[in-house]
């Protein structure tokens, strides 16, 4: 049984699916984003911040709005005193979430042992 090559010979890799996805999910911390998200459903800016833990604000502002751009985050903003921001997956967004489960698994089977992989913290 022949597997399709994801990136055809004679064709730029940015110019595939491979490389779309690559464009949505690469960054340092999107896919850390994208796990608290599908772990969590809603979260406030901050809580995101305080999982990820040595994202600045700077930086996770713009993972979000360019995950917002996407169409994988969504963004709602509720109109009080003080401003109140929550952040979800998209249905599209949670349709990535089995791609980041495949990395798992594999970084699981292939990667540190599981006993070691318990202490170290999530964010990459």
């Known amino acids: 049984m022949q597997v399709e090559n994801c ?3 004679g064709i730029q890799p940015k ?3 491979f490389g779309y996805t690559l464009s949505v999910i690469g960054g340092k911390y999107k896919m850390t984003i994208l796990y608290w998200l599908s ?3 809603v ?3 901050n809580e995101l911040q305080r999982k990820i833990g040595t994202i600045s604000f700077k ?3 713009m993972m979000l709005k360019e995950l917002e751009t996407d169409g994988i985050v969504s963004r709602e903003e509720f109109p009080q005193i003080p ?3 929550e952040y979800s997956l998209t249905e599209l ?3 990535i979430i089995p791609v980041l489960d495949i990395m ?3 970084g699981e089977k292939n990667g540190i042992p599981a006993a070691q992989a318990a202490t170290i913290p999530l964010s990459i």
């Open 39 to 41: 772990e969590n459903k």
């Open 83 to 85: 401003p109140k921001v």
């Open 59 to 61: 930086t996770l502002s």
């Open 104 to 106: 798992c698994q594999w």
């Open 93 to 95: 967004g949670q349709t």
């Open 15 to 17: 110019d595939t699916g």
């Open 7 to 9: 990136v055809p010979s």
């Open 43 to 45: 979260m406030r800016f």
